[in-house]
């Protein structure tokens, strides 16, 4: 949009769009006021109120800036800068094979995030010879889906991350590295090199999980969160320069519970496994999750090599119990679960909808909670309940 704006791109008016626009405004087209509607908003897609004082610096930048920028010699600098825009849209076009950001929006799915779930379910369901053939095939997927390499050229200088190694939200062609997406992708295949390779295929190369893990450290903040694209580094009075109304907490990144979470779960397994690889790193980062008050399952603590074991707390399990009730009372009788509800919300107003994990889910929580807590006591609860 900066670029379009910034050339003063005009389409032709063509008949369709005359129709367009007597369908779409209230007014005739040459009419219309734009000055007098530049800070209006529907109060349905109005996330982020800008305060006045904002509002006036646009509008100051507008009436004394943009005149100047069009009339040499400051026209130049405006040149400039569209020559650096269009440079960054160009790599950002090749390194993503034209996807951008938007994988789902452009179809290409959740595969990798859906498949991992899914795997992950089947391995707690215990029917690893009745699923052999779904596991083999998941697992050839997650590891043919990680990123093979870095963004080209010096992209540091592009404002990229290292990506190499990495798990995307969609599959390798996208480039884009995500954080949980990669600690759901080494999970798995972690989960899977301790079954036999006839079964389930051979176990992802050492240097593909150890590359991995790295990626996961190095995005993670001082507060001991990770952050879901890249380091954290803005501050976050920079997110008081929104330009957008119906966007909010898009102007920086910022750390995230659901990936730091996964974070922590493959890094347990990780260590657990391969003991050897930035060892200190890894216990130093578990330790800042758990005292970064991100996690406080003292049970975590066991696998960092600076602590020794502690007594272990106990757990009212009521709650999960509750929850197992929960879903098995709203399972169809096909089998799947109900999708009423949006799942997913990205900068507020994205809303997203994953329907294989709305099914997916459900199972795997189930069959998790079946083996963190007594089976016994479970079924116990849910026959007292009627179920």
């Known amino acids: 949009m900066a670029y379009i704006y910034g050339k003063k791109f005009v389409a032709p008016i063509t008949n369709l769009t005359q129709e367009l626009r007597e369908e779409v405004y209230v007014q005739p087209y040459h009419k219309i006021n734009w000055w007098k509607f530049r800070h209006v908003c529907a109060k349905e897609d109005l996330y982020y109120l800008h305060p006045m004082i904002q509002n006036m610096v646009w509008d100051s930048l507008h009436i004394f800036a943009e005149p100047f920028l069009t009339r040499w010699p400051f026209n130049k600098l405006r040149e400039k800068a569209l020559e650096k825009t269009i440079e960054h849209i160009h790599y950002e076009d090749e390194n993503s094979r034209y996807i951008t950001i938007g994988c789902v929006e452009k179809t290409f799915g959740s595969q990798l995030w859906d498949g991992t779930f899914a795997i992950q379910a089947l391995l707690a369901s215990d029917f690893i010879d009745e699923t052999g053939f779904t596991l083999k095939w998941g697992h050839y997927f997650i590891k043919n889906s990680q990123v093979k390499d870095n963004p080209s050229g010096n992209f540091k200088k592009m404002f990229r991350h290292i990506a190499k190694e990495s798990w995307t939200f969609s599959d390798w062609d996208h480039g884009w590295q995500v954080s949980d997406c990669t600690a759901e992708g080494l999970l798995c295949c972690l989960l899977l090199s301790q079954l036999p390779p006839e079964l389930v295929g051979?176990?992802?190369?050492?240097?593909?999980?150890?590359?991995?893990?790295?990626?996961?450290?190095?995005?993670?903040?001082?507060?001991?969160?990770?952050a879901a694209w890249e380091p954290v580094v803005a501050n976050s009075w920079?997110?008081?320069?929104?330009?957008?109304?119906?966007?909010?907490?898009?102007?920086?990144?910022?750390?995230?519970?659901?990936?730091?979470?996964?974070?922590?779960?493959?890094?347990?397994?990780?260590?657990?496994?391969?003991?050897?690889?930035?060892?200190?790193?890894?216990?130093?980062?578990?330790?800042?999750?758990?005292?970064?008050?991100?996690?406080?399952?003292?049970?975590?603590?066991?696998?960092?090599?600076?602590?020794?074991?502690?007594?272990?707390?106990?757990?009212?399990?009521?709650?999960?119990?509750?929850?197992?009730?929960?879903?098995?009372?709203?399972?169809?009788?096909?089998?799947?679960?109900?999708?009423?509800?949006?799942?997913?919300?990205?900068?507020?107003?994205?809303?997203?909808?994953?329907?294989?994990?709305?099914?997916?889910?459900?199972?795997?929580?189930?069959?998790?909670?079946?083996?963190?807590?007594?089976?016994?006591?479970?079924?116990?609860?849910?026959?007292?309940?009627?179920?």
């Open 202 to 226: 051979e176990a992802l190369r050492k240097e593909g999980m150890d590359d991995a893990v790295n990626i996961i450290l190095s995005l993670q903040s001082e507060n001991g969160g990770l």
């Open 238 to 387: 920079l997110e008081k320069l929104n330009r957008t109304e119906f966007f909010d907490g898009v102007v920086i990144e910022r750390e995230y519970a659901e990936c730091t979470s996964s974070a922590i779960q493959a890094l347990v397994l990780f260590k657990k496994l391969n003991p050897g690889h930035r060892s200190k790193e890894i216990a130093w980062a578990m330790m800042a999750l758990i005292h970064g008050g991100q996690i406080s399952d003292d049970r975590l603590i066991d696998n960092t090599a600076s602590c020794s074991a502690p007594a272990k707390a106990e757990r009212d399990p009521s709650p999960l119990h509750h929850a197992a009730r929960l879903l098995i009372n709203s399972q169809f009788e096909n089998g799947d679960f109900p999708q009423q509800i949006t799942v997913t919300c990205i900068m507020l107003p994205c809303l997203s909808e994953f329907g294989s994990n709305a099914s997916i889910s459900p199972v795997g929580l189930l069959l998790n909670e079946s083996r963190t807590l007594s089976t016994k006591s479970l079924l116990l609860f849910l026959i007292q309940h009627g179920i």
